[in-house]
């Protein structure tokens, strides 16, 4: 059997990729309510500033804060009520001096007004109003701008859209943005055991797992899922599938045929489709030592191992990235962590990352990281936990009472 052509720490294996190929970012311009999660192409200004007029923070009247300087229960300020402002509308009149206007939260303040007073610090007398508190210039108002100035950036190019963004674009009246596309993903399973989830396997043969796997991988990293269907063990079909995936995506994912073994194809074909071929043929981790790196005509193409497990670190640690760089967004993980107690501890070799499933339990109040052992080609290892705990490069392993960093799928 031959052996890796070097094995690399995962760190250094994603460095090389990374320098190995150039992102040619497409953009598009969508309507703002479907941009959620979108990595923003352009700078957004704001067009205006926000709010446009002086509006209430509270129920209550509008005042000219110097009428009421000095009011107290004892000796409120007596105010002339001649209005009520309007939801929705300008008031049209102005206060003068010892007038006040019925606001409610939300309210633009009629012109002359400059502050205005809670309803619970007054109280109703005839046809006007008595202030018990006094209140300074500005007070329980959003002046003009106050949130956001015309011409002060909003957003930076480069930012992934969140739902705050979107209801801040949709206040700036901004209903459309310019968006990086999003990287397509050709996702080829190989092998002639593999048959289609639908089917009822022969004896010998396994349903397609990772075709679906990464193509939910993909869709969540912010990448399109295209599925190649599943191709047999011959180099040929194999060259033909991933020569439509680099012409029909910016990325080429191939499950299986990544181990050294006569049988396995992968390496082969990404050297024989164009240069500069494999970059990197096998990573020190496990599970998922046997994968490939390789960019061709600058479409970056990962051969991960067909055993599930493996498939999805490898993905998490290399093809999320990717993903994340072409659609214009940092490829650093936006993963979430959590903190927890190891229950026990976890055997490993100095050299390699270990990457161990953990189911989460809290006891006693504390939260608790069970490790689930098992072989890198069994789903249900993934399906009972909810996340996992990498063991450094440079550690034999993790002991049971340690605190760890579990990465949430």
């Not at 161990?356 to 936990?385: C, D, H, M, W, Y």
């Amino acid at each position: 059997m031959p052996e890796f052509f070097e094995v690399l720490p995962p760190k250094e294996a994603y460095q090389k990729l990374e320098g190995s190929y150039t992102p040619r970012l497409k953009t598009e311009e969508i309507p703002t309510a479907e941009a959620l999660d979108r990595v923003l192409a352009v700078d957004i200004l704001s067009p205006e500033d926000l709010p446009a007029f002086p509006r209430s923070t509270m129920d209550g009247y509008a005042v000219r804060a110097e009428d009421v300087y000095g009011a107290s229960e004892g000796l409120p300020a007596y105010l002339e009520v001649v209005g009520e402002v309007i939801m929705g509308a300008e008031p049209p009149f102005a206060l003068r001096s010892g007038q006040a206007a019925i606001i409610f939260t939300g309210g633009m303040l009629p012109r002359g007004a400059n502050a205005v007073v809670m309803v619970e610090n007054t109280q109703v007398l005839g046809e006007g109003v008595e202030v018990l508190r006094p209140v300074a210039v500005g007070e329980n108002v959003i002046q003009v701008g106050e949130d956001i100035r015309q011409g002060t950036a909003v957003l930076a190019r480069g930012h992934p859209l969140q739902p705050q963004d979107i209801g801040g674009l949709m206040a700036l009246g901004i209903i459309r943005v310019p968006v990086y596309r999003k990287p397509r993903v050709a996702i080829i399973s190989t092998g002639d055991e593999v048959v289609s989830p639908g089917q009822k396997p022969p004896a010998g043969k396994v349903r397609d797992i990772n075709t679906y796997t990464c193509s939910a991988l993909t869709a969540r990293a912010g990448g399109i899922p295209l599925l190649m269907g599943i191709i047999p063990d011959d180099r040929a079909a194999l060259l033909d599938a991933c020569r439509q995936g680099m012409e029909q995506a910016d990325i080429v994912i191939i499950s299986a045929g990544s181990s050294v073994s006569t049988r396995d194809l992968t390496a082969q074909v990404i050297n024989s489709l164009g240069k500069p071929g494999i970059l990197v043929h096998g990573v020190a981790i496990r599970p998922g030592k046997p994968t490939v790196l390789g960019v061709v005509e600058n479409v970056p193409i990962f051969g991960l191992p067909g055993n599930p497990v493996s498939a999805v670190v490898l993905f998490t640690l290399f093809v999320a990235p990717t993903i994340r760089r072409l659609s214009g967004a940092p490829a650093a993980s936006s993963g979430r962590t959590v903190t927890a107690r190891l229950t026990h501890s976890i055997a490993s070799v100095a050299g390699r990352e270990d990457y161990v499933p953990v189911r989460l339990l809290e006891v006693q109040g504390e939260l608790l990281a069970e490790p689930i052992f098992g072989k890198s080609n069994l789903i249900f290892t993934l399906v009972r936990a909810e996340g996992t705990v990498r063991v450094p490069l440079d550690q034999g392993g993790l002991s049971a009472g340690e605190m760890v960093e579990v990465l949430i799928f």
